[in-house]
């Protein structure tokens, strides 16, 4: 089968990009002594994520439970779960998962830190703790070093979890700066950090800069995206992933209506001079996709001197390319331009 014969639409992944993506970031994390746990929140594919570990990973990244049980399910036995768990359900979740597999998990607040003390318990197996701080990102994490020194403490207190160190994103000065004081105030406090984990694939490249440094969560980087080529961490030829639309309305001569919208693409925008629309039409790069409705993905082609005809099938380079693999049930996978098979995202849509 080629491409061209798959009803649209469709995510369609290089294989032979994605092995030259995966082999090149370990190569990286090997020449640098980083350790490298992935991110599969990008994939959500047991089978990509066992591909990971086979070439030196340490171990995998989940976002969320439902992630790592598919995960563990598949056997992958070391995952960190890089985002605040809450509460009693969550910490029954956890538990049941650190009986089959080595667990860690990021906190940044006193609750989230009783919630991993009452998965180790309930468990009996030791579940490790990463302090997040933040860097960047104007998300999660505890905000000084006094801070995170304290949840440090409180960690090594309730039997069944192992304080591991330290994890954040973005990477860059205010991550390092964090990292340096952090080690001279917790060697006074006589407590080691084993691990300071940081992510992001746009600052990959350049993670081994940041002194400290031991982990790297990546996940992005299996396909690379519109952003990562943007963020110069990848070239279009790194790009593993393309959409397949097709052009089923041609209202206009400057309009043309794809069959892919928001259900199919990410919402995600890149700032204006990084490029327009919801994605690059990788044969048409002038043409712009200016809105998303759910299934109406809208195309402006005033200034393309080419234009695509109705029908046409044409192949799109997502903003964000971690949404579009949880907005489809499978991915077609090619290699040389030929359809090799179809796999089931299996963690897609694991929210909880």
């Known amino acids: 089968m080629q491409i061209a014969d798959l009803e649209t639409p469709v995510p369609v992944i290089d294989l032979d990009r994605v092995d030259r993506n995966l082999e090149a970031m370990q190569d990286y994390c090997d020449r640098h002594g980083l350790r490298l746990r992935p991110h599969i929140k990008t994939h959500k594919l047991p089978h990509l994520a066992r591909r990971q570990v086979e070439l030196g990973a340490v171990g995998i990244t989940c976002q969320k439970l439902g992630e790592a049980e598919v995960m563990a399910d598949a056997g992958l036995d070391d995952i960190l779960i890089s985002y605040p768990l809450i509460g009693p359900a969550k910490a029954l979740r956890l538990a049941g998962l650190a009986r089959r597999a080595r667990m860690s998990v990021a906190v940044d607040s006193g609750m989230a830190l009783d919630t991993a003390a ?98 790297l969560r990546v996940g992005t980087y299996v396909y690379h995206d519109r952003a990562t080529v943007a963020a110069g961490a990848a070239a279009l030829d790194d790009c593993a992933l393309q959409l397949i639309a097709t052009v089923v309305s041609r209202p206009t001569p400057d309009r043309a209506v794809i069959d892919a919208g928001s259900k199919s693409l990410s919402s995600d925008l890149l700032a204006p001079e990084a490029g327009r629309g919801y994605g690059l039409l990788l044969d048409y790069p002038d043409a712009v996709i200016v809105r998303l409705n759910e299934e109406h993905g809208t195309v402006d082609l005033s200034g393309s001197a080419r234009k695509p005809a109705l029908g046409e099938r044409l192949r799109i380079l997502p903003n964000h390319v971690c949404v579009v693999s949880n907005l489809h049930d499978a991915v077609a996978t090619a290699r040389n331009g030929r359809v090799v098979g179809a796999v089931p995202i299996a963690a897609r849509g694991r929210t909880t």
């Open 118 to 215: 009452a998965a180790a318990a309930a468990s009996g197996a030791e579940i490790g703790v990463l302090v997040e701080f933040e860097s960047g990102a104007n998300r999660v994490g505890v905000g000084t070093v006094a801070e995170a020194l304290d949840l440090a403490r409180r960690a090594a207190a309730p039997p069944g979890l192992r304080f591991d160190g330290l994890m954040t994103y973005p990477l860059g000065a205010a991550a390092a700066g964090f990292i340096a004081e952090s080690h001279a105030a917790f060697a006074l406090a006589g407590i080691e950090i084993r691990t300071v984990s940081g992510g992001g694939t746009p600052t990959a490249w350049t993670a081994h800069e940041t002194l400290g440094l031991t982990e």
